[in-house]
């Protein structure tokens, strides 16, 4: 083949191959809904569990940063505890081998039938329920696909004037190939595509075996060092993933490296007569380098396991929406007693009101967080107390319990309306708080009622809830009063009057919404009696 044809061909693989990795990722995330993440929490109690989950995940995602996206956020909203987080994230590593180890192998011909079968399946919309597994099939085909093409481009080129010049560069600088691993890996974002990249490239033995198993050590440090430009703006749980992503793979990828300098430079048998037992081949014994590497880096981690979590939790502590969104009372363990669960669901509804009083804040111009994100959390908080109400209902339970609970699912409804209303108030008017007269008389008024509820809420008492009643009483007449007010201020902007009559209809959602809920708390507690 002619040198354009070769470069043609291989920048064809690389496409193919990374629109494979990004096709994985993204429709393992579609997947990865509400109800796997139920199922990982479930199923990682035990330890062995974990780690064998987090090797098939690793196996299915081939990427360690969709594994590290996915905990994050169960951890964040309380299913995962951090230590148990790490350890499925460090048995994913070994997972991400078995790409290295199918790139080392000829699977052309199956490859082609992956891809004409998945393909067939997408463009005729068979099994539509299955889509996003066909579509990561159909990803999974063009990985593979992509890393024969770029064999075919590189096989020529090693026997070549180029080749050989390269080839002896290395020979004489192996070190060298450390630092090209670690910035491949710095630049692709995922180990086993650079370390299936570096098989493939080498099909033509246009590396010594030195120089390739130090480029595989030097994945290890590449790793640190993307993770650590991605998530220097990164808080709270993510940062901590993060960081301890960082730490072990520059143990890892630094602990390699000197044994693989010490056993060439004494020819004591260290790694490189380890895979020399194993395989006979070139491909196979770096394949079989990075399974090592991962090894060490499983072995590193769990060694750190024991103190990581209060370690990195003191570096990078919780965000207030992070803790916000977690649950602090509702878990597994609550469903096994029923009858108190209602009262810990009631706790959780406690906490909601909480993010209500926050977003008043904002629109006074007070609050130190951002009201999207406090409002993202409480939606998160939001929906794991719909599912808790779900799960409860759907057990075999007394006929009282189970109507106060269809009553609570009312209650939470009443609740994410509020909760969604009030922050568009909030939003509305958080900018607006100096230039606006009514705007904070608005905002006081509101606050003053949230707050009796808040009070209602935590003490059940009926005097509470009577005021509540009478605070949440028609207003409409003090609305129209507003109103008027602001026909009669000609110097107002028309921006400010247009969001004013915005708040005005919010303000007047909210109080009816507030209204329904003191209603339920007097049925309520006429049930609890």
Known sequence: ???????????????????????????????????????????????????????????????????????????????????????????????????VFIAAVDLHLPVLFLIGFSGLVLAFKVWAKWKPGWAGLLSVGLVFFGLDMMKQAFKPLSSTSGGVDVSKFFDYWPDAAFFVGMISRSVVHSSSSVAAIAITVNKGGMLGEFPAMMGIAGLGVGTAVATYLLSSNLRGVARQISVFQSITNVAAGA??????????????????ALVHLVSGSMSGRMAYMYFVFNLVLLAVSIAMLRFAPAWLARMSPPTPEEDLSRPMYLQAETLLSPETALDLVALEQLR??????????????????????????????????????????????????????????????????LEENVYQFAETLHSRHDAMKLAGRLVEALDTIVLTAADALKTKEAGDVDMLVQLTDDRGGMMERLRDRMRLDENQAVEDVSAMHYATTLFERNVWLLRQLALWMREDAKTSA
């Open 1 to 99: 083949m002619k040198m354009l044809e070769l470069i043609a061909l291989y920048l064809a693989g690389v496409s193919f191959f990374f629109t494979g990795v990004g096709g994985i990722s993204d429709n393992l995330r579609l997947m990865s809904g509400q109800k796997f993440r139920l199922l990982l929490a479930r199923a990682t109690h035990h330890p062995v569990i974990a780690g064998l989950l987090g090797l098939a995940m690793g196996a299915m995602t081939q990427s360690e940063s969709v594994v590290a996206f996915i905990l994050t956020g169960m951890v964040a909203t309380g299913m995962l505890s951090l230590g148990r987080a790490l350890l499925v994230l460090s048995c994913s590593n070994i997972g991400t081998a078995v790409l």
């Open 255 to 272: 602990l390699v490296a000197v044994l693989l300098i010490v056993e060439h430079m004494t020819g004591l048998p260290l790694l490189l």
């Open 352 to 417: 909601v009101i909480g993010a209500l009083e926050e977003y008043l804040k904002a629109a006074r111009g007070e609050a130190g967080v951002k009201l999207a994100t406090l409002h993202d959390a409480a939606g998160t908080l939001g929906t794991e107390i719909t599912l808790f109400i779900e799960t409860l209902t759907r057990m075999p339970i007394a006929t009282g319990l189970a109507a106060r609970a269809i009553s609570f699912q009312r209650k939470q409804e009443t609740l994410r309306a």
